[in-house]
């Protein structure tokens, strides 16, 4: 019988007519009896039906080269579950095209093996980075010249908040889809309809929830005081928290705080956190859910820790999914061989939770998963970890992707590759699905989307060789095969941004000048440039508005340049995704957005077709020096694809020569008709109508700047840039 690279199907049609086997040895029937006993790969040969037939050793031959994967030496490989039938997975779906093979995850045979691991990495404490003595945050330098990790890295207190970092429609942002969004008061800008994310800023239509780092305050926007606040202590003296983020659902509010340990004997009042090389300190990221029914008083209900520092939260329902990275440190024998393993909910991990991808790659890091319903107070957390890093995470309706850059892969150096590993979520339950690998390196989380059965992502890939980047779109299916792309769509070019609506993508790429490019994915197989519009600048972030009109919020510039001191607004008009056009701009010189590189800071209002973005704008005296930053948030109504009201909520201007500061929290939000502005000690409530400041309630106390004269400038203060806009 000759094959000529038939399919599952065209195997199973010539079997059944040549050989005319029982429906009990079809190709089908042994790969769903394998599946319902999940059967393992072996190290030895093993027979699994000894003296079959000469037909039914055929169907044995095809069905033993299915479960055929590599060994590592005392290392198990881990199966990965079969992911769920999807169109992606049908015969009519286009073939893999994979060219860069997916890492094979494994486990540990034995507790014993995961612990000489780390014994084998284990470096001395009088190597070369052990000396010396770190004060301050300071770095400094050994005699052989290496720098040294500074104090900050291992124990300075001030830790900021981490940064970033579904099905047809769900990519779109809850806020802009007209069908679901409410238009009472402003949510939070989430990647996914249904995936709700942790933010510092909540509003439920009546509290306003505020993480400014030390504590949650809760304000009351009827009265505009604060009536609550949530600051759990840490329970060690040698402890403290900082308060990350925060969800609110419901009656529950849940806190994510950094909870930070010091070594014994290695911790000073005066000046600071002080660490002498002799021991790191220990970082657990732990959540606490508070009933809040009565605002006034929250009543703790469950507390959860989970080893290592906050990488990403996502929360589907009220299963509340956490992402931590933990370092073991390998300079110290005690932690290697007492902290070597992760813990969650007070369990320690075992070699059966731990997954590793790379034996050889030494990696001394953790991803550590944890699942739990905030709802349950005394259920278990779902617990899995794997050795290595993440760069960026997102998560759909019913996966969450972790996706790792690594450099350097291929035999001329010459580009990188983003490592994905695909996990089920089915409630607490956390299954690996799926891992696959694509060339170059993705910017956001915003760059990935999941819909109808594929997986598509855009990346940026640099050739050495060739002195060029490469932008890519790649498309790939439930096993994370390849079986589309699109490669070098905007030459010498890096992809800056990117949205997926359903069947089309849009992405902003930049060199000198900003190409907006529609592509069709409707195909998945051939991803299609319908069209594009070239612009100065680009765009670091898009948001739909409508069906029709697209935003983009970044930077100006010219033929050559961007300029990073301005922000730039795009409305581009899609109604015809081969002709993409931009109907109009607004530029705000001498200023800066956090939108353009966190997108939860942008706010929407579908009712009224109108969005909102925090502006700080750099102040400057006569001549020319910098004395401080003044915080506006400004608000843009769009009609008829034009921005026809401009309005601006000013918060104050900080800054030495003004006796105070307010801090790097600085956020707008709405409810009904009224617009408040928040930074770390403030909230400020003005009228939409004509943009009045009618109240102020300042919910912590603002910081001291010691040694400040204040000093009125009149005439000679300067605000280059305040409020000027062009377009």
Known sequence: ??????????????????????????????????????????????????????????????????????????????????????????????????????????????????????????????????????????????????????????????????????????????????????????????????????????????????????????????????????????????????????????????????????????????????????????????????????????????????????????????????????????????AVEKNYAPAVDGKTLTNEDILIRNKDAEDTAYLVLSAFDITKKDAEATRLSMLGYSDKLYCSNDTLYLLSTDWRIDDDNSRSRTNIYAFGLDGTTVTLKATGAVPGEIGDDYAIDQSGGYLRITTTDYNYSKDLDVSALYVLNSKLEIVGKLENFAHDEQVKSTRFLGKLAYVVTFRNTDPLFAIDLSDPANPTILGKVKLPGFSAYLHPLSDTLLLGVGYNGDDQNADYDSVKLSLFDISDPTRPQEVDTRVIKQAGTDVTYEPKAFVFDNARNAFGIPVTYSVYDKSGSYVGTTYVFKWYTVQDGKFVNEQAFKHGTEGARYGYYYGNLFRGTFIGDMVYTVSDTEVKEFSMADEALLRTVQYSEREDVPDVTVVDYGDDMVYYGAFVTEG
């Open 1 to 334: 019988m000759k094959h000529d690279n038939h399919s599952d199907q065209d195997m199973k049609a010539l079997f059944d007519a040549e050989l005319k086997l029982p429906e009990s040895l079809s190709v089908d029937a042994v790969k769903e009896t394998l599946r319902e006993s999940n059967v393992k790969p072996f190290k030895k040969k093993t027979h699994l039906v000894p003296k079959l037939v000469a037909a039914a050793a055929a169907v044995a031959i095809l069905v033993t080269s299915l479960s055929m994967i590599p060994w590592h030496s005392r290392v198990t490989t881990v199966p990965v579950a079969d992911p769920t039938e999807t169109a992606a997975d049908t015969q009519s779906a286009p073939k893999p095209i994979q060219t860069i093979q997916a890492p094979v995850l494994s486990r540990f045979e034995t507790e014993a093996d995961l612990q000489a691991y780390f014994k084998n990495l284990y470096q001395d404490e009088t190597s070369i980075r052990r000396k010396g003595i770190f004060y301050g945050g300071a770095k400094t330098a050994d005699a052989a010249g290496y720098e040294m990790d500074t104090a900050q890295d291992f124990a300075y207190n001030e830790v900021g908040q981490v940064m970033p970092n579904a099905e047809e429609n769900a990519s779109s942002v809850t806020a802009a889809n007209p069908e679901t969004a409410s238009n009472a008061y402003g949510q939070t800008n989430t990647r996914t309809e249904s995936v709700d994310e942790a933010d510092i800023l909540k509003n439920d239509g009546r509290y306003l929830y505020i993480a400014n780092g030390n504590a949650i305050a809760i304000v009351d926007t009827t009265t505009m005081k604060k009536v609550g606040e949530i600051a759990p202590a840490a329970k060690e003296s040698d402890s403290t928290y900082r308060f990350q983020e925060l969800y609110v659902q419901g009656n529950y509010a849940v806190v994510t705080a950094l909870e930070t340990t010091f070594p014994e004997g290695r911790y000073t009042k005066k000046g600071g956190y002080y660490y002498d090389g002799l021991g790191m300190t220990l970082r657990n990221t732990t959540q606490f859910v508070y009933d809040i029914s009565d605002r006034a008083k929250p009543v703790p209900v469950r507390e959860m820790k989970q080893s290592g520092n906050l990488l990403q939260t996502r929360m589907i329902g009220s299963v509340l999914y956490t992402v931590t990275e933990y370092d073991v440190d390998v300079y110290s024998k005690e």
